[in-house]
């Protein structure tokens, strides 16, 4: 890109624009819509530049912009990405403008804090998958929580939303303080190996972080801290349990904003820092990961199963599905991980398109509960086509985009170990069956309320909500392979790591040992 710090501008703009939203008049609503919208999209548009400009061939950061900070303790401001971020980048440049369709009539309270939240939550989620600075990451970490907090607390559903927001916060700040823990740790340790305190991310990777075959290792202990905090926002069982809470009190922005992108912050985390950082303990704690994978398919699913709310149902498919991602991340290899950072695309198109559908039928009866629906593909057949849609591509139907995802998961999973793939195929068995019984009891048969025969198709701002994600189902779908070529050398390169580590993991005792400073890793230590 010449030096142009497009890195920055698709981060910073929206806080620019949530600048400007605040010196509008709060009764000026529509032109508060109106330049929101226009931020959110030009933002998109920019971002489309990045993998028109990609390097696909290349494992390395691109577009990298560095400044000095905050040099007397190592902090750089460093932005940079490569083939495992650029698709979350652009997942969440789309979402943010159809966050702001989305809310378009549904919000008319507090408009203006409403839309200069949204912008700033943008900024820290862009920030998390750019940073390339381990202080710098934290702060971005950090800014998507507060925004966040508020669109729960504020606009949420009137019953619980407080409490559901507050339940957000705590678990959330818990773990941002452990990761923190962790983070230090690493600095200190990096350090006094090198000589040199950064917190430079590039750099801290070039260092080997002492380890053992104990569970109280240097590397295995700050593995825990930086998983508590991923284990968390992914979420993974049994953190889970503030997920379902925030997704049914969250505006349909919100809950969107939150399956979408949100949740892949820990899942980015994982294959970011946790894998190439500390492979040997990634190693060393495999088969816990699976078993917590494993169970948080199957246990999703079937709580999905006896859910009488179609948004808690929505909820609960994301824990199912959010396990399916890190069971193929924990394969270790090349399909697992690639299938694993493409499912965790398809399901923020796919989950985030069914918020919306839950939004847009809600905001018509006023209900969430399955029983108030029934028979609305009579009165709404735009509205239960593009859900019909959806629903297919959230169970992975071949030609649409969660196929592709599932597909290369199971075949990393069999690689690994045929019963990891036949728990997989559980849940994806699972997983059709409550989403083609929500289908059925809310689209078809005879339409339950009288009030419902009278209700309006979806209006082309609430089609255009849902058709950019449905292009992207049949384009994932049918023609996957520049989203997998672009990620493919910065996986190997993560792959290669790993394979590294499993020398020192699988050679005799006195062999899995730190290294000294600078040096390779020892072949003893007294």
Known sequence: MGGFPILSIVTFVPLAGAILLLFIRREQENKIRMVSLLVAGVTFLITLALPL???????????????????????????????ISLWLVCLTALITPIAV???????????????????????????????????????????????????????????????????????????????????LA??????????????????LMKVS???????????????????????IKVPMFPFHTW?????????TAGSLILAAVLLKMGTYGFVRFSLPMFPEATLYFVPFMVTLSIVAIIYGAMVCLVQRDMKRLIAFSSVSHMGFVMLGMFALNMQGLQGSILQMVNH???????????????????????????GLSSVMPVYATLFAITMLS???????????????????????????????????????????????????GPVVHESNKGLLDLNLREAMTLIPLVILFFWIGLYPAPFLKAMEPSVQKVVARLEEARKVVEAPPRMAVAEKPGRARHEDQK
């Open 53 to 83: 400009s990609f390097d696909f061939a290349s494992a390395e950061m691109q577009f990298v912009e560095r400044a000095s900070w905050i040099p007397a303790i190592g902090v750089t401001y460093v932005m940079g990405m490569d083939g």
């Open 101 to 183: 369709l989305c809310s378009w009539e549904a919000i008319t309270d507090r408009v203006k804090e409403y839309h200069v939240f949204i912008l700033l939550i943008h900024t820290g989620m862009m920030g998390v998958f750019l940073a390339l600075d381990f202080f710098l990451f934290y702060v971005f970490w950090e800014v998507v929580l507060v925004p966040m907090y508020f669109l729960i607390g504020i606009w949420g559903a009137p019953e619980r939303r407080l409490y559901a927001a507050i339940k957000f916060f705590l678990y959330t700040l818990f773990g941002s303080v452990v990761m923190l823990l962790g983070i």
């Open 186 to 203: 690493v600095y200190f340790n990096a350090g006094a190996q090198t000589g040199t305190y950064t917190f430079d991310i590039l750099e």
């Open 209 to 231: 972080y002492p380890w053992s075959p104990s569970l109280f290792s240097f590397q295995n202990l700050v593995w825990l801290a930086f998983f508590i905090s991923f284990a």
């Open 243 to 251: 997920l379902p809470d925030a997704h049914t009190e969250a505006p």
């Open 348 to 374: 923020g198109l796919s989950t985030g398109a069914l918020f919306l559908i839950v939004g847009l039928i809600y905001d018509r009866i006023h209900s969430r509960m399955i029983a108030d629906m029934g």
């Open 394 to 444: 959230s169970i992975g139907l071949p030609g649409l985009n969660g196929f592709i995802g599932e597909f290369l998961i199971l075949v990393g999973a069999f690689k690994v170990s045929w019963v990891w793939a036949v728990f997989a195929v559980t849940g994806i068995v699972l997983g059709a069956a409550y989403m083609l019984w929500l289908f059925q009891r809310t689209m078809f």
